[in-house]
């Protein structure tokens, strides 16, 4: 059967039990241990195997079911051979068994072990199966909202983000793993052990994992077994039947049943996938099977890969009632907002009174455009609420328009997502108001948009606004439509069809995304990958089908803290002191601002701040309901209302007071997920900001910024990126990054990344913020067969003022290790300011009058000594257009030396211009110690590996007298070091050792006082 038409059948199966309101859960997670290579797998149904031949060896799977037990309960032991004749069991079981079967374990007390030796006569095989014997913990709930002005320093926040059913102390998070393997005993389990099963070179993929499993298939990654210049194509393929595993053969028929994927693997070998495979073909609750082979030109070659066996997970749980409203309102709600209605709710009624005069003359000129269309939900709902035949007929009206536009032929695929399921949704609120003929046309409309784009949302994975956009819409016009409502049997049925494709969409496609802190398409922090400009239409999308999915049965409320966290990533914690904008952030389409260089609010914003009031009141969240509460009334009076405020009517009303979010909101915010750290002085207007982005890239609208950090301080962005559309600004370039020489002259990978940097430390506290980032996988590539770094990190301190008159000190340690065979490369560094230096020596110096107060910007290249400082002028104007030019000044740092391993030290420090006094930065440099001393601080960094958090550390440096505070960034989290300082004449010698004394920060970083002899922790 081809893929297309395996897709409708099992879209039909998936509808016919939605129908139902039941998708059934059984059946138990499977994994083995084995004593050689091939694994044992989950259990399934074993065919007898063939007859063995003479001269093959044999081959074993064996599995348990359930493969983990609490104490006195029983597994059942499956196995299946191939060319075997006989098999002998010890450990747990003893004596001769036949070559397939299977066994009852009887009751089980403690961890126990099922060794089985078959033989044949091309030789033996064998395997040792692990039952564990645990006790099975309660889930814990979902983590509440942090205690007020608790630091929020990383967004993991799902208890089961890879869909293993491990919730407690897993030892592979991001990894399915339910049976928690850890052959080495170190803590980490073998799926995510990076030594752990590592593939041949040129052998078979030996470590195929799932990253996440959902109801609807998994996302797949492994390790590349080949290096070519041009790629190899892998083909995965799955299946429910385990001895299809075994060969060849079985897997072509896997693939001619159309239950594969495949694409070109450039990662070389031993790499694992930038970007992993995503599946969701599958069905619920079903035991699968999946192997990745190679396919060359003339067919499938080599060995099949290890096998992962995997349960997908129970499926949503839906309630379509028979009654609409359904999907965009229902009756309780609709029951709810009469009782505001009538009561005389002052917050509704404003709101109610500007968009019902809005919809009003958006009828009256019916027609005129989509702005006018978007108001037919408005309509419907305020005659809902009111009963006023005024908006009933502006309603139908509307709805007639949307209709006839829908059905005038194939919509451009941007118009498709700016419609916002505006037919979906106005007929489900006018359903009652309808004919049966009506409701068919309507619906006819829509599936001729949606069934055009059901079998490729896949495709536009990289498109992250259209892939959320179209999930939405199909999602809304499926849960209208699907379902027995008096619609046509066929007509229904296709309706069932669009809502199953935004179901595998949602699940097993969209909120994957919501759970990851790490990878590619992680978000959990809540920042989406699109920039400032898009994100706002992006996170509507996102509600939207929040919103629909609640009301038919999937509470919201089980990703509610992913709403917090977006709240406060993209908007609270990314909000500018003045809060008149935020910071500028990947592709911005078109640039207004109320203040230079921040990106302001909009529109889309005020949706999506009534969209998270509603999401997370409902969840039960009434402290962060407050805080988007107190937005909407700040910066959104309803006399800036347009056709989508259509939340507004849902949510805003006199029931739930707003609440000023500077009072429990934390100053540092990590989002780990896109690795993005926001952190400020306090939340005054004269606060400084802080903002530092490490992690992933590769989908539209993304901007090559891995590194790139900005600094904001007393009504002005004192340094910034490069904003715009596109084009060079959008590269390494634009931004405040290390510069290394690529394939081309980007300076850093965006699209076809290896994609591994992250922040791997960050710590924030009174005085300063830190964060050490890993980078190397922003400057390589397979795609474009680039690999000249074995490491690149970016560490980064930052001194806070006082918000008067101390300076804002940014200290930047960055480490550049070539490979030996990487030649002679290009590297620098960059930053952007808005006016012309002045440079001498090694420093640069310029005055900004841009914010409240004139003030004063040293740029200092400390080390190496060699370094020079270049100035290169703008070349384009403030974005406005395609594509984005330089329209800021960039001071380079060339660190003038072309040795194999660079340390480069710089300091941006920023002071009042009128109590300026320069900095003088001096550098300190040992084999295991870099920095600075500016003043009376010295700021120094350990010359390691910040993902090294073994062995001990004892190191001798030594610092002016003239220091006070020492500031150590790259030791262990959270361990105390001695400090034992020794005054020698005009310098310092501080011998540092790991033991009782000063401990360090949740980032490894440590600080410390010095007073003559002695030295004291700076926080207590």
């Known amino acids: 059967m081809a893929p297309s038409n395996r897709r409708a059948v099992k879209a039909g199966r998936a509808a016919i039990a939605l129908l139902a309101l039941m998708l059934a859960a059984c059946g138990s997670d499977g994994s083995g241990g084995d004593d050689a290579a091939g694994g044992a797998t989950a259990p399934g149904v074993l065919v007898p195997p063939p007859p063995p031949s003479p001269t093959t060896k044999p081959t074993m799977t064996i599995v348990a079911n359930p493969a983990e037990v609490t104490p006195g309960s029983s597994s059942t032991i499956i196995w299946l051979t191939t060319n075997a004749t006989e098999c002998l069991a010890s450990n747990a079981w003893e004596g001769v068994r036949p070559t397939q079967g299977q066994e009852q374990t009887g009751e089980l007390f403690e961890t126990s072990k099922f060794r089985l030796v078959c033989t044949g006569t091309g030789g033996s095989v064998s395997r040792t199966l692990t039952v564990p014997v645990n006790a099975n913990p309660t889930p814990p709930p979902l983590p509440p909202a942090p205690p007020a002005n608790a630091a929020t320093l990383g967004s993991e926040w799902h208890p089961d983000p890879d869909g293993d059913g491990v919730t407690d102390s897993d030892n592979c998070p991001n990894i399915y793993n339910p049976g928690q393997s850890d052959s080495n005993s170190d803590g980490t389990g073998n799926d995510c052990d990076p030594g752990f099963a590592p593939p041949e070179l040129n052998g078979p993929v030996s470590n195929l994992r799932a990253e996440n499993v959902t109801p609807y298939g998994a996302w797949f990654n492994f390790a590349s077994p080949q290096t070519t210049q041009w790629g190899w194509q892998a083909i995965l393929a799955w299946t429910t039947d385990i001895s299809e595993t075994g060969s060849l053969a079985g897997v072509q028929a896997m693939i001619d049943r159309g239950d594969s ?12 996938l930038a970007q992993p495979f995503i599946v969701t073909d599958m069905d619920p609750d079903t035991d699968y099977y999946a192997v990745v082979v190679h396919e060359a030109w003339d067919g499938l070659s080599g060995e099949v890969s290890n096998v992962l066996a995997f349960r997908t997970q129970t499926g949503p749980q839906l309630n379509l009632g028979s009654q609409h409203p359904r999907v965009y309102a229902n009756t309780d709600l609709i029951s709810s907002l009469r009782a505001q209605y009538n009561s005389g709710d002052d917050k509704w009624q404003a709101w109610a009174d500007e968009l019902g005069s809005q919809a009003l003359s958006a009828a009256a000129s019916s027609g005129s455009g989509f702005q006018s269309r978007l108001f037919c939900s408005i309509s419907a709902l305020l005659y809902q609420v009111t009963d006023d035949d005024r908006y009933r007929d502006a309603a139908l009206s509307l709805f007639d328009d949307n209709v006839s536009f829908w059905e005038g032929g194939y919509l451009s695929e941007l118009t498709y997502m700016f419609e916002d399921a505006q037919l979906g949704m106005c007929l489900d609120l006018l359903w009652n108001e309808l004919s049966p003929a009506q409701r068919e046309r309507a619906v006819l409309a829509t599936l001729l948009q949606d069934e055009h784009r059901v079998n490729d949302v896949l495709l536009i994975i990289h498109d992250t606004d259209d892939t959320a956009g179209r999930a939405r819409s199909l999602l809304i016009d499926g849960l209208t439509a699907c379902g027995d409502n008096g619609l046509p049997t066929g007509v229904a049925s296709r309706a069932c069809a669009v809502m199953d494709a935004g179901l595998r969409a949602w699940y097993g496609q969209q909120l994957p995304k919501a759970r990851r802190s790490q ?152 989002d780990s997920g896109m690795d993005i750290l926001l952190d400020r002085t306090s939340w005054s207007a004269n606060a400084s900001q802080l903002v530092f982005s490490g992690g992933w890239s590769g989908v539209d609208h993304n901007h090559a910024d891995s590194g790139h950090f900005q600094l904001y301080r007393r ?17 390494g370039g634009g931004h405040n990054t290390l510069q290394l020489q690529v394939h081309d002259d980007r300076g ?39 690999d000249a770094y074995d490491l690149v990190q970016r560490s980064l301190v930052w ?29 620098k560094i960059r930053f952007h300011l808005d006016m012309a230096p002045q440079i001498s020596g090694r420093t640069a110096t310029a005055t900004s009058n841009q914010g409240d107060i004139s003030q004063r910007i ?85 010359k390691d590996d910040l993902r090294n958090t073994t062995g001990a550390v004892s190191l001798v440096v030594d610092v002016p007298s003239s220091v ?33 004394g000063i401990a360090t920060d949740e980032g490894g970083l440590l600080s410390f006082e010095l007073d003559g002899g002695a030295a004291t922790a700076t926080y207590e």
Not at 261 to 272: A, F, I, K, P, T
Not at 719 to 730: L, N, R
Not at 799 to 825: C, M, R, W, Y
């Open 748 to 786: 850093q990978y965006s699209f076809n990344a290896a994609n591994t940097q992250r922040i791997v430390r960050a710590s924030s506290n009174s005085a300063h913020s830190y964060v050490g980032s890993d980078l190397g996988g922003a400057y390589k590539s397979a795609y474009d067969n680039f």
């Open 261 to 272: 994927v495949s694409r070109l693997v450039h990662e070389d070998h031993g790499d694992s």
């Open 715 to 731: 009504g002005a962005w004192i340094t910034h990126e490069a904003f715009g559309y596109a084009g060079p600004i959008s590269w």
């Open 519 to 670: 990878g590619f398409f992680a978000q959990s922090g809540g920042t989406l990958p699109d920039g400032i400009f898009y994100d706002g239409g992006t996170m509507g999308y996102w509600y939207q089908s929040f919103w629909a999915l609640h009301n038919s049965g999937d509470p919201v409320t089980n990703y509610a803290p992913y709403l917090r966290h977006q709240l406060q990533s993209v908007t609270l914690n990314a909000l500018t002191p003045s809060e008149d904008g935020v910071f500028t952030m990947g592709d911005i389409e078109a640039y207004s601002n109320n203040e230079a260089n921040s990106f302001q609010f909009d529109w889309l914003n005020q949706q999506n701040y009534a969209w998270l009031r509603g999401l997370l009141e409902i969840s039960g969240l009434d402290l962060a309901a407050g805080w988007s509460q107190f937005i909407l009334e700040r910066h959104f009076p309803a006399s800036g209302a347009d056709a989508r405020s259509l939340p507004m009517l849902l949510f805003n009303t006199d029931t739930l007071a707003a609440r000023d979010y500077h009072q429990d909101v934390p100053l540092a915010n990590l």
């Open 799 to 827: 001194l806070k003022s006082d918000e008067a008159s101390t300076p804002d000190t940014v200290v930047i340690f960055d480490q550049v290790h070539n490979k030996p065979s990487a030649g002679s490369l290009s590297r």
């Open 858 to 942: 040293e740029i200092a290249a400390v080390l190496p000594t060699s370094s020079s400082l270049d100035h290169l002028g703008p070349t384009g104007a403030i974005p406005g257009g395609w594509p984005g030019g330089y329209h800021t000044h960039r001071v380079d740092i060339d660190p003038g030396t072309g040795a194999q391993q660079l340390v480069m030290v710089s300091v941006l420090r920023t002071s009042n211009a009128d109590s300026f006094v320069a900095m003088n930065a001096a550098g300190v440099d040992t084999p295991q110690v870099a920095g600075a001393v500016i003043g009376s601080e010295a700021v120094l960094f350990l």
């Open 964 to 996: 006070g505070r020492v500031w150590l960034a790259g030791l262990k989290p959270e361990v105390s070091y001695s400090v034992l300082p020794v005054v020698n004449g005009g310098s310092i010698s501080l011998t540092i050792n790991e033991g009782s």
